[in-house]
């Protein structure tokens, strides 16, 4: 009944910039906090960056400075601005959701998971 769909992912040289975007639909209506997240190969998943419904952020250690999140609310779209990219980077960037439903039930989502590869 809801899903995320990310997309932006792609082959960037170190130092690029990219923009990832993740799009929420179906049954929603609400979306609470919003975030991504990444998996390198042989590697836990890890947080990236959040982003409340008032718009407050926070960033893991590694992204700070280099990262921006951001979310546009009647698109219902969540963005990550991505620059300064290392190869460090490179992995399966996955955006999450907390949404409540129009059935009046909280329900968290994953999308499918975008690649980013920063490599020269």
């Known amino acids: 009944q809801v899903q995320l769909v990310e997309s932006g992912g792609g082959l960037v040289q170190p130092g690029g910039s990219l923009r990832l975007s993740c799009a929420a639909s179906g049954s929603i209506f609400s979306i609470n906090a919003m975030g991504w997240y990444r998996q390198a190969p042989g590697k836990q998943r890890e947080l990236v960056a959040t982003i409340t419904s008032g718009g407050s952020t926070n960033y893991a250690d590694s992204v700070k400075g280099r990262f921006t999140i951001s979310r546009d609310n009647a698109k219902k779209t969540v963005y990550l601005q991505m620059s300064s990219l290392k190869p460090e980077d490179t992995a399966v960037y996955s955006c999450?959701?907390?949404?409540?439903?129009?059935?009046?039930?909280?329900?968290?989502?994953w999308g499918q998971g975008t690649l980013v590869t920063v490599s020269s």
């Open positions: 999450n959701a907390v949404v409540v439903t129009y059935g009046n039930t909280y329900l968290e989502v």
